[in-house]
């Protein structure tokens, strides 16, 4: 009886939580006036209408889940990143330079390299952040906030200057964008016609590899444990300052990929706006999906979805795309609240109590 | 080329530019004395900005138009407050961990001051703002007067916050119990201080102040809004209370720094140094890295309890 209890309890709450953040969201629709209903409706039905929608929820998945996988890393780890965006433009940069730098590498080549350079600009954009934690305590999601607005002026700087294509400055139209990428830097896409490509794929894959690399390795344990309990962890000899210094270059490298990725299949050139905020979903997308790989890939897919369909609110119904941002700061501030509520066991023992007093059964 | 004058042109510019660092740190430095992490601050900030603004753009031209920036300013204190409530549930009453649910606040506050603002702005406008208000002799000293006495008023009152913050902290008791309750809320308890009741009033004051920077930014400093306005300006607050030791001196000393930091992008433009604009916008935040690597050698540490969310009913 009791567990039915216990089991009613967390329902309970997880029902309020999704109440509290669909609630926020209602309020500022109806503050904007719109109807609240008809736009959860686009929001969560119109991408699916269609082949376009359902291909343009996956190309969003595909960063999401990459970006998201990092975060939980860190997350898992102890220590919070809040860079993926500067590290996801990093990411871009270095993945660009190296493609546009070696044009006539034949595919099989440049195209890994390609990904690999933009891994290892963001894990060396993550590295600062790591080690300014691990070396002099400094605050992680401070610094990387910084570092988000200096890897974006550093982006737009590259952009506008040494990176530009020299095309766009003889027709004097000065878009700062890069050259277009070889060929053979292209991830390939899936279907034609549709922008969906194979970094589908590649995403998934890394979903499992980071499962197995931080449950079933060692080495995974040791950065759950610095994470879980740091205290307890340097007790047993982990040295839990490298733990966090390397999951910062693991989710920097993580959100790097993601932007090497998304350079090469979607965009195909440096521009501005690629990151497109994957960096902050990123960190509702890792939450949401419980911090862990099985849970992450859907959460993507869901806040996937959510991103098109702010799309389409847009146009269908003139709704700001900004309230995507609304919604995401409400659900982390509900999973946050929802989490201590649900890890709470006296607050648990105390509502199972009453919850027995009421219909009966009791305490064993 | 009249160097002096050139200098003085960037501190009439950026000495003003400080306002809004500052109140946003002092109402930060309050939620961290008593033991609240908030960095939802560049969240409320963004809504202090726009609903400073938006009664000027609304009134632009009606009878009550002169009364605009007032009306702004009492509402973006007001969403402040209740934006410092909505934080004081999550992380006092439910006890949710503060760095996380900070950011969560900052999307929210983001999101719904871009969104309200393309339904009921659209794009980038002006408004009339704060006229500057010189005070009569002190502003015609030379060289100080301009910097210092021809602010607007909202300027003065930023600054005026430094020594009314310093008497709240350290001479009322209220600020004792501020200061109890993010050193060791056990004790304040045993001694009858409602933790959980102070913490959620220094969490309504510090969004109060957040809130008031934000519509300092569009009022009196840059006269419109737009999406972007804030630009980290929270986050380098939050910073700046690190840097200012949880001190009001040492705080208004951290935000001219940084405010002068931020006009140095406008000193390269005058002098017509040839440096890539983006590198001078970068400034201030690579600043903040330093001075936060720097400061961790400091002996004085934080408050005790800062970030750790009080359970009373927990055994120790």
């Known amino acids: 009886m009791n567990r039915t209890y216990r089991t009613l309890y967390s329902a309970a709450i997880i029902i309020a939580a999704a109440a509290a953040a669909v609630g926020i969201g209602a309020l500022v629709l109806m503050a904007i006036g719109v109807s609240v209903p008809e736009t959860y409706r686009v929001i969560l039905t119109e991408p699916f209408k269609d082949m376009y929608g359902i291909t343009e929820i996956l190309v969003r998945t595909v960063p999401l889940i990459l970006v998201g996988l990092g975060i939980a890393i860190s997350f898992r780890s102890g220590i919070l990143n809040i860079g993926a965006e500067g590290q996801m433009q990093i990411g871009i940069l270095a993945a660009t330079a190296v493609a546009l730098a070696l044009p006539d590498l034949p595919k099989w080549l440049l195209l890994p390299l390609v990904l690999i350079a933009g891994a290892l600009g963001g894990a060396l954009w993550g590295s600062i952040a790591g080690l300014l934690k691990a070396r002099l305590g400094v605050n992680e999601i401070l610094s990387t906030v910084m570092l988000n607005y200096i890897a974006a002026q550093l982006h737009g700087f590259l952009l506008r200057g040494p990176m530009i294509d020299p095309a766009e400055l003889q027709v004097g139209s000065g878009t700062p964008q890069s050259m277009r990428l070889p060929k053979a830097a292209w991830l390939d896409r899936i279907l034609t016609g549709y922008r969906l490509h194979w970094g589908l794929a590649i995403a998934l894959g890394l979903a499992v590899i980071v499962y197995f690399l931080m449950w079933r390795t060692t080495w995974g344990f040791r950065m759950r444990a610095a994470g879980a309990e740091a205290k307890a962890a340097r007790y047993a000899g982990i040295r839990v300052e490298s733990c966090l210094a390397a999951a910062m270059i693991l989710a920097g490298a993580f959100a790097g990929l993601a932007g090497a990725i998304e350079v090469t299949g979607v965009h195909r050139r440096a521009i501005e706006g690629i990151s497109a905020g994957y960096g902050f979903s990123g960190i509702v997308v890792a939450l949401f999906g419980g911090l862990h790989p099985a849970g992450i890939v859907p959460s993507a897919f869901f806040f996937g979805l959510l991103l098109i369909g702010a799309d389409m609110t847009q146009r269908a119904l003139s709704v700001p795309a900004n309230m995507v941002l609304v919604l995401q700061g409400a659900v982390i501030l509900s999973i946050v609240s929802a989490k201590t509520w649900l890890n709470d066991p006296y607050a648990r023992d105390k509502a199972v109590r009453k919850m027995a007093a009421l219909f009966g059964g009791g305490r064993k | ?316």
């Open chain 2, 1 to 316: 080329m009249n160097l002096l004058l050139v200098l003085q042109n960037i501190l009439a510019i950026g000495v003003p530019f400080s306002v809004a660092l500052l109140l946003a740190a002092l109402g930060e430095m309050f939620n961290q004395r008593a033991g609240v992490f908030n960095l939802g601050c560049e969240g409320i900030m963004a809504m202090g900005a726009f609903l400073g603004f938006l009664p000027s753009f609304l009134l632009k031209g009606s009878a009550l138009a002169p009364w605009a920036p007032a009306i702004g300013i009492a509402c973006a204190a007001l969403a402040g407050i209740l934006l410092g409530l909505l934080f004081g549930l999550v992380t006092v009453s439910f006890r949710a961990p503060q760095g996380i649910a900070g950011i969560g606040l900052q999307m929210l506050g983001w999101g719904t001051a871009g969104t309200l603002s393309r339904r009921f702005v659209g794009g980038v406008t002006g408004i009339p703002g704060i006229d500057t208000w010189p005070i009569p002799g002190l502003s015609k000293i030379p060289f100080l007067g301009p910097i210092l006495f021809s602010m607007t008023p909202f300027g003065y009152f930023g600054f005026l916050m430094v020594p009314i913050s310093w008497y709240v902290l350290f001479k009322t008791p209220w600020g004792l119990k501020v200061r109890a309750v993010g050193t060791h809320p056990r004790a304040a308890d045993t001694m009858g201080t409602k933790v959980a009741r102070t913490r959620f009033q220094a969490l309504m004051l510090g969004g109060a102040m957040a809130g008031l920077a934000g519509a300092y930014l569009s009022l009196a400093q840059a006269k419109m809004f737009a999406d972007d306005i804030v630009a980290g300006r929270g986050f380098i607050a939050v910073a700046l209370v690190y840097f200012g030791r949880w001190h009001p001196l040492y705080i208004l000393g951290g935000s001219l720094l940084f405010s002068i930091a931020q006009s140095f992008q406008l000193a390269i433009q005058v002098l017509g140094i040839d440096f890539p604009y983006e590198f001078a916008v970068m400034l201030p935040y690579v600043l903040v890295i330093l001075v936060l690597a720097f400061a961790k050698n400091s002996r004085l540490r934080g408050p005790a309890e800062l970030g750790k969310p009080y359970n009373r009913e927990k055994r120790v």
